[in-house]
């Protein structure tokens, strides 16, 4: 292939801009013309193609967000909307698409590779939420993020004597709140792969038990409830002086880490070297280590499995 373009898309996520600065720089470093797609899928439509060079992406692994912006776009749902896509592929000469994104990006790349056009995944989301590789890219840095605010919150809430509740992102996934909680040593950690009672929360907090714990945490993923609604529950049920924090927004942005910069660079030039051998269709992740490929719709159908012995095992050292 001659010609590449790539592009991300749905929720931001940091190291995005360390896998573009990848593709576009391993591309061009391989003899390829490399265009950088603005706003995701609707930038195919609106025919926002830019024609990337080695210095358009200088001064990017640091940053947090996606030079590129990025879009959810309805009309690419549509057979109109993908046929607009490939004409204005096919206009400037591009042979392969790369897309960082999450697994709904997966699919609009699976209906290009399905109307014949070679397309890549990267999984781009804070949320790590697909199945198929072990870590997407943001989701080390997110964690980073969080875990400073929980640092933070456990300062006050020691000193007053309090509970708090802090509620992560991550979707119908429980992980952001799982590996934070782990790490963060908060002594509750609800998530929507595990449901707990109410009672359940209470006697795990160790506040008003056998522990003598004066203050604690409650890790609550945003797929498993709202901290508002908790937090009324624990005030009606309990004595306890319980606070409540939505991180929101700040888990998505910031500079990306030490691991999300390695990740976006292997991933990208991973992506590049498949289309230069003229392979599209896949997804590329990260495996026991490895990087490595698979199928986009294998990929894309495996269901993930919640790390359950994790989870137990943050319950424990957190008494
Ligand atoms: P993420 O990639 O983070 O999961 P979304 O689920 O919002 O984010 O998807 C991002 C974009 O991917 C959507 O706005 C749409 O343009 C495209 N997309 C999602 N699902 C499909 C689909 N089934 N067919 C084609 N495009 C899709
Ligand atoms: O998928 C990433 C994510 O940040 C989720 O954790 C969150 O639920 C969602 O995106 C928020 O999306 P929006 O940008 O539409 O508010």
Request: glycine share 12%; with cysteine.
């Amino acid at each position: 292939m001659n010609k590449i373009a790539v592009l991300t898309s749905g929720g931001d996520a940091p190291g995005m801009n360390a896998a573009i600065r990848a593709v576009v720089r391993y591309g061009i470093g391989v003899g390829m013309e490399v265009f950088g797609v603005e706003r995701g899928f609707q930038g195919l439509i609106n025919d926002a193609f830019i024609p990337m060079t080695m210095r358009s992406v200088s001064d990017i692994i640091q940053r947090g967000g996606t030079i590129l912006k990025t879009a959810r776009c309805l009309e690419f749902k549509t057979e109109e909307g993908q046929q607009k896509a490939i004409e204005n592929l096919k206009k400037h000469g591009v042979e392969g698409l790369i897309v960082i994104g999450g697994d709904g990006s997966f699919m609009g790349a699976k209906a290009l590779t399905d109307r014949g056009f070679p397309s890549i995944g990267i999984p781009g989301t804070i949320d790590n939420d697909l199945a198929y590789t072990d870590f997407t890219l943001g989701f080390d840095t997110a964690c980073n993020t969080i875990l400073d605010a929980i640092n933070k919150i456990r300062d006050t809430m020691s000193s007053h004597e309090r509970v708090s509740i802090i509620e992560v992102m991550g979707r119908n996934c429980g992980d952001l709140a799982l590996y934070c909680g782990l790490c963060g040593g908060a002594e509750v950690i609800v998530v929507p792969e595990h449901p707990m009672s109410i009672d359940e929360i209470i006697k795990c907090l160790g506040c008003n038990g056998e522990n003598n714990k004066t203050s604690g945490i409650i890790v609550l993923a945003e797929g498993a409830g709202r901290a508002s609604e908790l937090k009324e529950e624990l005030l009606k049920r309990t004595d306890l002086a319980v606070k409540s924090t939505v991180l929101g927004y700040q888990q998505r942005g910031g500079s990306p880490s030490y691991r999300d910069r390695f990740l976006g660079t292997c991933f990208g030039v991973h992506a590049v070297k498949l289309l230069a051998m003229g392979v599209g269709n896949r997804i590329v992740g990260i495996k026991e280590n490895r990087i490595y490929d698979m199928d986009i719709i294998q990929g894309c159908a495996m269901k993930k499995k919640f790390d359950l012995d994790l989870y137990k095992m943050a319950q424990v050292v957190s008494r």
